[in-house]
């Protein structure tokens, strides 16, 4: 071969590299790609992705729903009980993670939570009476996203709990989360023993009423500079919240130490729970992403969410449409004594986090998280990077100083998922596969790209009907 080729040959390689070994033993330099064919070889859902990005009216929903989503100002506003704020838990009702679920497919977690939260409620006098009213349909459980919420994990919110209010006072729309209970053996991992609902007790009976105390007297509390300020301070704002649980604390300090109860017992939580702010970055993310809903013909994704049997993806001209695939199993660093084979699927709304471009996409901003999820910090570098390449845009106020300060990749546009086979990357806890084991790890995982083959073909069918 050195006879035949020119000495000046530079080779380009894409997909498979079978002429690779051969270029390289007569000297001739070669660059591989990871090209692959679009949609994974789906010549269908390929062409519909083609024909999408070649859509210059598809192009123009995507810029408007990229600006609606960093228009976004969430502003926390307050604290009040679920049952006063999301009408369909006036009822005997729950609210879970992820997409819609029937009990008898629901994961160990997830059941666990429910059963939990029914015993909470003082719905059953015991966990086998709460199985049998939730198997029963006594006790119907709809998706968070449903009714204008997320909750982490699990996700279950009941009537009697607590939520943050965050509202964008420009256009009024509203989001709610729950509070963080903190790591390890949680509600929201499936665990419902005696200690789990006594701390429930507490943060409703105790902690509920000083917060709420302290953001009336503050007047509310703009999310969106904090969370700015945390990401330059080493978090993503999804497994790593360290400095924004920080920041909320030494914001908060004056008004909890003015609003009396039991403020050192507060502040000992607080102090003890760095994934607090978690919640209240779940719920702006959720207010940023529900304002680009019902742009038409717009591929942008609005909702990532997974409920440890499905994952569920949700686009922005399509809303409220789910397009759901199998959740995956999480790889990464697990708790002493636990391994792949305890772990529950995903799950958990906090994906929405990554859906407005912090946590497994903003890995860049937060290389210590590599120690927590697995991986290394050039790895969360180039993923960020790898991540803005299936984004329409950067965020204008939410910039990584490992990248000279590049804005957060925002705006997951499903062509450009499925035309590279590149999926968003999501850094997650993990929790046991049974109930009431807790957490037993964290990783980092990715969309699974047959949701978004779903969704661009359902997108490309509804603007040009069923021959593609």
């Not at 009336?216 to 990401?231: D, K, V």
């Not at 008004?255 to 994934?275: I, K």
Request: with cysteine.
């Amino acid at each position: 071969m050195t006879a035949v080729l020119p000495p000046d040959l530079r080779v380009l390689n894409l997909g498979i590299p079978t002429f690779l070994p051969g270029l390289a033993a007569a000297g001739s330099p070669a660059t591989r790609t990871d090209w692959s064919p679009p949609a994974r070889g789906d010549a269908r859902v390929g062409w519909a992705a083609a024909r999408l990005t070649a859509d210059a009216g598809v192009d123009a929903a995507n810029a408007a729903a990229f600006g609606r989503i960093i228009s976004s100002h969430p502003v926390l506003t307050g604290t009040a009980l679920a049952r006063t704020l999301v009408p369909a838990l006036k009822d005997r009702r729950l609210l879970h993670a992820g997409p819609p679920l029937e009990w008898d497919r629901a994961s160990g977690p997830v059941r666990g939570a429910l059963v939990g939260a029914v015993l909470l409620e003082g719905w059953a006098r015991d966990a086998s009476a709460a199985e049998a009213a939730l198997a029963a349909g006594d006790v119907p459980f709809e998706p968070c996203h449903h009714h204008g919420a997320v909750g982490p994990m699990a996700g279950v919110i009941s009537p009697s709990m607590p939520l943050w209010i965050v509202e964008d006072p420009a256009t009024g729309r509203r989001a709610f989360s729950n509070y963080n209970e903190g790591l390890g053996k949680v509600l929201r991992f499936g665990a419902h023993s005696a200690d789990v609902l006594e701390r429930l007790e507490w943060m409703r009976a105790v902690l509920f009423p000083v917060l709420q105390a302290a953001l009336e007297s503050l007047g509310g509390l703009e999310l969106r500079p904090l969370m700015g300020r945390a990401l330059q301070m080493g978090d993503e704002l999804h497994n790593r919240n360290a400095a924004a649980t920080g920041l909320l604390t030494r914001t908060l300090g004056p008004a909890l130490a003015r609003a009396g109860g039991d403020v050192v017992r507060v502040f000992e939580f607080l102090g003890a729970n760095d994934h607090f702010f978690l919640n209240l970055s779940m719920a702006a993310c959720k207010l940023a992403c529900d304002a680009a809903r019902g742009v038409q013909g717009s591929t942008v994704c609005t909702a990532m969410a997974r409920n440890g049997t499905d994952f569920g993806v949700q686009l922005s001209g399509l809303d409220g449409v789910w397009f759901t695939a199998p959740a995956p199993v999480v790889e990464g660093l697990f708790f002493a004594g636990y391994g792949a084979k305890d772990a529950a699927p995903d799950l958990g709304d906090s994906a929405i986090t990554e859906t407005a471009g912090l946590g497994g996409m903003s890995l860049a901003a937060a290389p210590a998280i590599v120690r927590f999820v697995g991986g290394t910090s050039a790895a969360a570098l180039e993923t960020t990077r790898r991540m803005a390449s299936v984004c329409v845009g950067e965020h204008p106020e939410f910039s990584i100083p490992g990248l000279d300060f590049r804005g957060v990749p925002v705006g997951i546009d499903a062509r450009r998922v499925v035309d590279l086979n590149r999926a968003p990357v999501i850094n997650t806890g993990i929790a046991h596969r049974l109930a009431g084991v807790g957490q037993i790890g964290a990783g980092i995982t990715a969309a699974p790209l047959a949701c978004f083959e779903q969704a661009v073909a359902a997108v490309a069918e509804r603007r040009w009907g069923a021959g593609l």
